[in-house]
């Protein structure tokens, strides 16, 4: 009897490890995209979505075997840290556009105030001409604000006037002379004044005979306070 055996089986090689992990550096590219991203102001809200997909791939770099795992490894912490970036940098850059976008309203609330100052068409003395209807009206600025900028209607009737002075100290004062005649009743005073850079408080009055026809109270910085009233109004409170 005549006895066989198997023939032995033939060794499988050793599996070659692959020097390149093309997953992983996918998530580098990745992650370095997103980390760039992630600092620019209204792109970083994209990175943070980027910098998800880095981690992702990173993770899946790490688990392929038989591949390097430092191009992994690397693009997933940079993907991590690109994700935090986006986060925070996000909330910083909206609060920032948000403060911005509110000054902007404030400023133009500020701007768009009734206090028209019109451009001078004429020039003269407040008491060239005066008549015994005529009234004396005062200007008068006071506050905490170290200096102070005015802008004032000067004259009335058929030749209308503005004046301005600049960083005038406190307090302020200027008479002015409104004419006799009801026919410039639709007619305003103005008065208004812009505090410096200097938090403070800046208030402007006009009067008539020493009596407050019209007072209006600003604070902060760049106070700007701002008077207007009717000649009737002045008319009536001279009596």
């Known amino acids: 009897m005549t006895f066989r055996y198997a023939p032995e089986p033939e060794s499988t090689p050793p599996r070659e ?3 390149s992990n093309g997953v992983g550096l996918a998530a580098l590219i990745v992650g370095i995209v997103s980390l760039v991203g992630s600092v620019i102001p209204l792109v970083n809200y994209a990175s943070g979505f980027l910098a998800m997909v880095g981690i992702v791939l990173g993770i899946i770099g790490l688990l ?4 390097p795992k430092g191009t992994a490894l690397g693009g997933l912490i940079l993907s991590v840290v690109a994700l935090i970036l ?5 909330i910083v850059y909206t609060v920032g556009i948000a403060s911005v976008i509110g000054d902007a309203v404030e400023e133009s609330r500020s701007s768009a105030s009734p206090v028209p100052m019109p451009e001078p068409q004429g020039t003269g003395s407040p008491d060239d001409g005066a008549t015994a209807d005529d009234v004396t009206v005062s200007y008068e600025l006071t506050g905490t604000v170290p200096t102070v900028s005015a802008a004032w209607s ?8 503005a004046d301005e002075a600049a960083d005038q100290p406190l307090p302020f004062t200027r008479d002015v002379v409104l004419p006799g ?3 410039f009743d639709d007619e305003r005073l103005i008065l208004v004044g812009t505090g410096s850079a200097e ?3 800046l208030t402007c009055r006009i ?3 020493g009596a407050v026809v019209t007072e209006q109270t600003s604070s902060g910085a760049n106070a700007r306070a701002a008077c207007v009233v009717t000649a009737a109004e002045v008319r009536a409170a001279a009596g």
């Open 86 to 90: 986006s986060i925070v940098l996000a």
């Open 64 to 67: 392929l075997r038989d591949r």
């Open 17 to 19: 490890r692959r020097t």
């Open 199 to 201: 938090a403070g408080d």
């Open 154 to 161: 000067d004259r009335l009737g058929e030749v209308f006037s």
């Open 181 to 183: 005649g009801s026919e």
């Open 207 to 209: 009067l008539v005979d």
